[in-house]
């Protein structure tokens, strides 16, 4: 069975753009998770999504949104980047939502802001 | 909301002994404790995990305590081998909330 895959995995962009960075969960699982990881902060959760509804919410800013559509992919999207952005950006599937659950981690998508 | 303070934040052992990584919680309702190891490059993978209803967990070189009287759970490894270098993140979360992770131990297996 196919693991969690992100694209792209790496992304360069000028502070003020936006960014869109896409998710495809593990084939079956319904719910993604986005997270933020820095070397400061460690692993931050931005959101969880299921049913292509948003379940849980981090406390990040609203320029970070998401959505997920009805196969189960999900993007996130960036707007108005700055440079504190500069992070991996990571993906988890899991079979259903809640924090109760297994969650699977993608390879995550490195987004640099110039 | 919940915090999960995790220690030591690196971690130095010699090849063959053991590691051992400390993880407090606040949340007395978190019932779900997963551990994930990430090495260089990649995404962080679920070694295990336990749930609130148990003590202990074992698999293979790889254990897990829980102590839900005092909040802290505890990851060990025995007979270290070189792969298994990483970052260690442990983890707390409940039903139907966000998983909370702590900060990560980088492990490193000396020769």
């Known amino acids: 069975k196919a693991g969690v895959t992100q694209t792209p995995r790496y992304l360069i962009k000028t502070r003020g753009q936006q960014v869109t960075l896409s998710c495809s969960p593990i084939?079956?699982?319904?719910?993604v998770s986005w997270y933020q990881q820095t070397p400061g902060q460690g692993l931050q959760f931005l959101f969880e999504?299921?049913?292509?509804?948003?379940?849980n919410k981090g406390n990040f800013p609203g320029r970070f949104s998401g959505r997920q559509f009805s196969n189960s992919r999900s993007e996130m999207n960036v707007s108005t980047l700055e440079l504190g952005d500069s992070a991996l950006y990571l993906c988890?599937?899991?079979?259903?939502?809640?924090?109760?659950?297994?969650?699977?981690f993608g390879p995550g998508t490195r987004l640099t802001v110039t | 909301g919940e915090n999960v303070e995790q220690h030591p934040s690196t971690l130095s052992v010699q090849e063959g002994d053991s590691a051992v990584i400390k993880c407090t919680y606040s949340?007395?309702?978190?019932?779900?404790f997963p551990w994930y190891k990430q090495e260089l490059g990649k995404g962080p993978q679920l070694i295990i995990d336990?749930?609130?209803?148990?003590g202990e967990k074992k698999d293979q070189r790889i254990a897990v305590t829980l102590n839900k009287t005092a909040k802290h759970f505890s990851l060990h490894i025995t007979e270290t081998q070189p792969e298994d270098s990483a970052v260690y993140f442990c983890?707390?979360?409940?039903?139907?909330?966000?998983?909370?992770f702590g900060k990560g131990t980088r492990l490193h297996i000396l020769p």
């Open positions: 983890a707390a979360s409940k039903a139907d909330d966000k998983i909370i």
């Open positions: 999504y299921f049913s292509e509804t948003q379940r």
């Open positions: 988890a599937s899991s079979l259903t939502w809640g924090g109760f659950y297994e969650q699977y």
């Open positions: 336990i749930r609130s209803n148990v």
């Open positions: 949340d007395s309702a978190s019932n779900y």
């Open positions: 084939s079956g699982h319904r719910s």
